[in-house]
């Protein structure tokens, strides 16, 4: 089973802990399904992911996602066999174990992605710890809108969990942080009774900021992982 990753850096460096900081990176959504509107999105959060366990000085080594999931599934059924009702931290045991014969690893990092609806109040959106403006196309209505006939809803947007565990498989951290906005709102006119009327639209490229993308990931990594400064996570 491969878990080298080309171009990371080949040196061990004392973490926090004294422990030493090789940290299996798992792909997206290895331990529950990706949602289908967010497949083939994760390429921009994968790299700033990197980024930021890099800057921590992590050695980082990965999993190719078909074995990945068929080793978690595995660990689930294994898990399962002795305890019928076991669950994420009987199945992380069991993944550690079986993962530890190909690989030394200090810590397993498994992110996933998952679909939010955000309320938006006024022109911005809470989820999960974030909070951002909404795109706002109004086009010739613009001088129908005001707090009264503001949009009042939700908008997709995207979320990030991130479940540590230590080389035994127990459960080290996990938390879910509020990343990006996925759409927008459009104005579209204005029925009889005066009140506007919109559609929420997908943005074109929500990924393309990668300060907020390291925000988020910040979030979902503390208190585990303290924030980065924007200089310790490299160029590109």
Not at 126 to 142: F, H, K, M, N, Y
Not at 174 to 187: E, I, N, T
Request: aromatic share 6%; net charge negative.
């Amino acid at each position: 089973m491969a878990c080298g990753t080309p171009g990371v850096p080949a040196e061990r460096v004392v973490l926090l802990d004294g422990a030493r900081g090789v940290a299996v990176l798992l792909p997206f959504n290895v331990t529950t399904p990706l949602p289908e509107a967010l497949e083939g999105t994760g390429a921009p959060l994968w790299k700033e992911l990197r980024r930021t366990l890099e800057g921590h000085d992590f050695e980082l080594k990965t999993l190719a996602l078909p074995a990945a999931r068929k080793l978690w599934l595995e660990s689930i059924a294994e898990a399962r066999a002795d305890s019928p009702r076991a669950g994420f931290p009987e199945a992380a045991r069991v993944f550690a174990a079986r993962l530890t014969p190909h690989s030394d690893f200090d810590v397993i990092v498994s992110p996933s992605l998952f679909l939010q609806g955000a309320p938006v109040s006024g022109d911005r959106a809470r989820w999960d710890g974030a909070e951002q403006a909404v795109a706002l196309d109004t086009g010739r209505w613009q001088k129908h809108v005001d707090e009264d006939t503001a949009f009042g809803g939700a908008v997709p947007a995207l979320s990030l969990h991130v479940a540590v565990i230590d080389a035994k498989g127990a459960l080290l951290h996990q938390r879910q942080a509020g990343l990006v906005l996925l759409s927008q709102v459009r104005m579209l006119g204005l029925p009889e009774e005066g009140m506007p009327r919109f559609e929420v639209v997908p943005l074109d490229d929500p990924l393309s900021d990668p300060t907020r993308l390291a925000a988020g990931i910040d979030r979902a990594l503390n208190p585990y992982l303290p924030a980065l400064g924007g200089g310790s996570r490299g160029g590109s």
